[in-house]
């Protein structure tokens, strides 16, 4: 059976039995960053295994796509090397909330193995854990198997718990016997290490809640999670060994040699890279962008190892991401969306190639180098230097390390990064807090609902140091207890404005946290004296409050937008908003097309139109994430979350921002570029920002269009038609140049000396370009055949050399060494051709000593 019959016979088996069957959950787990990435078939159901919420079903069953590529699971370094281990692989699972338990769970999998599949029972071996009665009885009393094959296991093994505390219980594992010729023994025995019996299926009866203590209880309503490996069974019904030679594999593999002209099909890297374009393709399709943090360093990582095993085999031009279509063919009838996003998952993975293609080669020179001086240690500052500067990750070195039978120094290069991070720390300190150290009442913020409220003054900060009082002219940073003023957070930058002291004002330039609840308003006293203890009325700007609110509110707008028009894989990476505009960074891997921003801008103002009223709640964290509001990976939220409702987007989010989408007025995208591979930034402005945009734009196509002497309307065919012209004279000059080039060749053969047979000219052309070099060249070599020509032409100080040598005399003369040997004295160097060469000088003083040289050295190789 090929492997997606089994996937789908698996599915039909249990719908026909009651299960829904449930689409695979994308790699990224939605709402959970306590997981990487998914890594088991459960991931999507656990907060129904939790309580924490309910389906319209108690049966489920699924497909799953996992990654385990980091964190706890990480089986990385043994792909390629081992016959089952992937950094993808999917899990077929069924799935019981409280319905079925062990009997019906034990019945299913026996059913489905030995009567759908027809797996013979006397390959199968089963476990149990070895407390769990109920379920021996099960297997050796109902369903029948072979005492012989069957194993009670008291370890962790066949114990599973979802963490130190919850739900828990004991498994049932399911053995395949590949045959007496491999090593290996049962599972339970000192042999099971061995390759011989392979788990495939394993049955979770989640039956007791952990308490604190470590007490087990009984569940009111246990339940039963199951996965089997779909590479494994695979293996099984195809009759082989290894996961790599199921079909998944076999195209992967192919492609993967035609790819890097891998000679031997059996080779280990082409596992390794057959293996990682499945990981890679899904994790960029589910939204990953290969970054230097969290999933996008764990993507750079798999798509860095593959490129080295195909550097590895020769193949040191970008190869990965051709791979992409083989694994649409082969993969794409049970995930269309691979098939729909494979361009974009291909220029995701060549952009990363070129990226890495620039520092392998240097890095790999120094590893190779470091390797032969280490002997049996690679020191651990040598491993840190290559993951900083050339972006070798850890495990990437200590794959290349164990090849060479060495091993990496990891406590030196874990020190490295410390003393990275800690500089990284003291760089980054942030600079308002000029060594405040502030103990006492948090600071209590009331710009949500006003821009002007009275507070006390809590403490006095001058130049760092904590003071009683400041005079005029006086820089400080005063703490309140109540402020309306923002403190920057989030991307929105902090209030500005004025205090009202007594007798005066402080002018307040910027408001930062100086801790997490604690605000700092920076600036400086105009007038008056301030000191602590005092009263004051704080009054926020409100002209640039209401400019960043617009910005603000937009951004969450145009954030949905984006998502809306490119895809559900832009994530934000970042953002700006202050009074002036909003700049926004968000993963993508190729520039917006202007469609795509007229697209956006229509939807954005779409949503201003509509004049929505802007909602904000508190909930708690769980409740938020169950509301689908939009949270960012990494982001460290508090029990209880701020959502904003702002047009038909949802957000966690606690800046300032509009009452209605209507304050936004009109929005206008002003750019849009690259800051980082795979991150875009779009800056765009609103309200009188942007009506003066358009109105500077405007001007400009005036101004425009009054020098092509046309109107606005017109001015872009009038440009089109001069433009044209342009051309066409441009053809025009290079046919009056060709012509030169002709007559000069008849003027310059004349100067040609005769050399042991042959004719010799090295000459410099006045006001020649590059291609009438290269016509006079074809010319004279026509005519003065056999010859060898030197032409050369100066140009913005700049010399530019073209060589040829007739072809009855490439044997002898190089047309590449010759022009080097000129270029060398010009101060350049270049090459080519046997026939025909070219180079660069920066020395045109020395070109006529130079030309003259031609003769003597044609002379010594004829």
Not at 26 to 34: F, K, S, W
Not at 684 to 710: F, I, M, N
Not at 764 to 789: F, G, I
Request: proline share 3%; charged share 25%.
């Amino acid at each position: 059976m090929k492997s997606g019959e089994i996937r789908q016979s698996f599915l039909e088996f249990f719908a026909a039995r009651g299960h829904t069957v449930v689409a695979s959950s994308p790699l990224v787990p939605a709402g959970d960053p306590t997981l990487l990435f998914t890594n088991a078939g459960m991931v999507q159901f656990k907060d129904v295994f939790l309580g924490q919420d309910r389906r319209p079903y108690v049966r489920a069953a699924s497909s799953q796509r996992c990654v385990r590529a980091g964190g706890k699971h990480n089986d990385l370094e043994n792909v390629g090397y081992t016959a089952r281990h992937h950094t993808f692989f999917e899990m077929l699972g069924n799935f019981s909330f409280g319905d079925y338990f062990k009997r019906d769970a034990i019945r299913y999998a026996w059913e489905f193995l030995t009567v759908t599949l027809r797996v013979p029972q006397d390959r199968l071996w089963v476990t149990v854990y070895a407390e769990d009665d109920e379920a021996a009885a099960i297997w050796l009393d109902e369903v029948g198997i072979d005492p012989a094959r069957f194993t009670r296991i008291a370890t962790s093994d066949n114990f599973w718990q979802m963490g130190d505390t919850g739900p828990c219980g004991p498994c049932s594992e399911i053995f395949y016997d590949h045959g007496a010729e491999i090593a290996g023994g049962p599972p339970g025995t000192p042999e099971a290490d061995g390759d011989r019996y392979v788990e495939i299926w394993n049955l979770v009866f989640m039956q007791y809640n952990r308490d604190a203590e470590g007490i087990l209880h009984p569940l009111p309503r246990p339940s039963v999670d199951t996965g089997m490996g779909l590479e494994r069974i695979a293996a099984v019904m195809q009759g082989v060994h290894s996961n790599y030679d199921i079909d998944l594999f076999r195209e992967l593999i192919a492609a993967a040699a035609e790819a890097t002209h891998a000679a031997d099909p059996s080779s280990n890297s082409l596992r390794v890279i057959a293996d990682h374009i499945r990981a890679c393709a899904f994790l960029v399709v589910d939204g990953v962008i290969p970054g230097n943090e969290g999933r996008g360093y764990v993507l750079r990582r798999i798509i860095r190892r593959a490129i080295r095993h195909g550097y590895k085999l020769g193949q040191e031009r970008p190869f990965f991401h051709t791979l992409v279509d083989a694994l649409a063919r082969t993969m794409g009838d049970a995930y269309p969306e691979l098939v729909e996003a494979r361009a974009r998952v291909a220029a995701v993975l060549k952009q990363e190639e070129e990226r890495f293609a620039e520092t392998l080669e240097n890095g790999m020179q120094i590893l190779e180098a470091a390797l032969v001086q280490e002997g049996g240690m690679l020191d651990g500052e040598t491993a840190f230097r290559l993951y900083d500067t050339f972006g070798f990750p850890l495990d990437l070195t200590a794959d290349i390390a164990r090849e060479r039978g060495v091993a990496v120094d990891l406590a030196g290069f874990e020190q490295a990064m410390a003393r990275q991070r800690e500089r990284a720390r003291a760089a980054n300190r942030f600079a308002t807090q000029e060594g405040v150290a502030y103990s006492g009442l948090p600071t209590r913020f009331h710009g949500y609902e006003t821009i002007e409220h009275e507070g006390r003054v809590q403490a006095l900060y001058h130049q760092g140091s904590r003071v009683d009082s400041i005079g005029a002219g006086d820089e400080a940073v005063v703490v309140l207890d109540h402020t309306p003023f923002y403190a920057e957070s989030g991307g929105q930058v902090g209030d500005r404005g004025e205090l009202a002291v007594p007798g005066g004002v402080f002018d307040v330039a910027d408001t930062q946290k100086i801790q997490a609840d604690v605000f700092g308003h920076k600036g400086r006293l105009r007038s008056g004296r301030l000191a602590a203890g005092d009263t004051v009325l704080a009054r926020v700007d409100a002209v640039s409050r209401a400019r960043t609110e617009r910005n603000h509110s937009v951004t969450h707008l145009m954030h949905k937008a984006l998502r809306e028009v490119l895809g559900a894989h832009v994530q934000q990476k970042g953002s700006l908003v202050d009074s002036d505009k909003t700049r926004f960074d968000f993963a993508h891997n190729q520039p917006l097309a202007d469609d795509e921003i007229r697209r956006v801008e229509a939807l954005v103002n779409a949503e201003i139109l509509a004049n929505a009223q802007t909602e904000a709640r508190m909930m708690a964290l769980d409740e938020a994430r169950k509301t689908g509001a939009m949270m960012l990976f990494g982001e460290k939220y508090g029990d209880e979350v701020r959502v904003l409702d702002i047009g038909s987007s949802r957000e966690l989010c606690g800046g300032t921002h509009v009452r209605r989408t209507g304050d936004i007025g009109f929005f206008k995208i002003v750019s849009e570029s690259g800051v980082a591979a795979g991150v875009r930034r779009v800056e765009a402005v609103t309200g009188e920002a942007a009506l003066s945009h358009v109105q500077r734009q405007e001007a400009q196509l005036r101004g425009v269009a009054e020098a092509v002497k046309a109107s606005p309307q017109e001015a872009a065919a009038r440009i089109a038609q001069m433009l044209e012209n342009v051309r066409h004279l441009e053809k025009e000059l290079a046919r009056v140049k060709s012509k030169l080039a002709g007559s000069r060749g008849g003027d310059l053969a004349g100067q040609a000396l005769e050399v042991k047979g042959a004719k010799v000219l090295a000459a410099q052309l006045e006001e020649a370009d590059a291609r009438t070099l290269r016509e006079t060249l074809d010319r004279l070599k026509d005519r003065l055949a056999p010859c060898v020509v030197v032409l050369a032409t100066v140009e913005a100080g700049k010399v530019k050399l073209i060589a040829g040598v007739s072809p009855g005399l490439t044997d002898r003369i190089k047309a590449g060494d010759l022009v080097g040997f000129v270029a060398q004295q010009v101060g350049g160097k270049g090459g080519g051709r046997a026939d025909m060469a070219q180079a660069g000088g920066t020395r045109p003083d020395d070109l006529p000593d130079a030309l003259a040289s031609v003769s003597a050295w044609v002379g010594e190789r004829l």
